[in-house]
C-alpha cells in the first residue's frame, strides 16, 4: 500500500533494491533515471532509493507494462510505462 495521487492505493510487484542488487551499479552511480513510453522522465538519488524499503517495480493492469513506485517521494517521481532504468 502507498499513498498516490488518488490515496491509498495497493500495488504489486517487485522491490527495485534486490533488482539494483542483481543488476550491480558502478561504484560512482548516483542517480537512477526512469524513462516512460511517452519521453516523460524523472530522477531521484541513488542513497534516497537505497533507504526506501518499499520502493517497487509495479505491475499495471496490462501485461508488460510496470510503474515505478516510490512511496518516500513525491509522486511526480512515479513514472508510469516504464521503458527504461538508467543508473548513472
Known amino acids: 500500500t502507498a499513498e498516490g495521487k488518488d490515496g491509498p492505493q495497493e500495488f504489486q510487484g517487485v522491490l527495485l533494491n534486490p533488482i539494483l542488487d542483481m543488476a550491480g551499479s558502478k561504484d560512482e552511480a548516483t542517480k537512477l533515471v ?10 531521484i538519488n541513488l542513497s534516497d532509493l537505497r ?3 518499499q520502493a517497487l517495480l509495479a505491475f499495471m ?20 510505462n ?3 532504468i538508467d543508473v548513472e
Open 34 to 43: 526512469f524513462t516512460a513510453s511517452d519521453g516523460y522522465s524523472a530522477v
Open 51 to 53: 533507504n526506501s524499503p
Open 61 to 80: 493492469e496490462t501485461p508488460g507494462e510496470y510503474m515505478v513506485v516510490l512511496p518516500d517521494q513525491p509522486t511526480s517521481s512515479w513514472v508510469k
Open 82 to 84: 516504464i521503458i527504461k
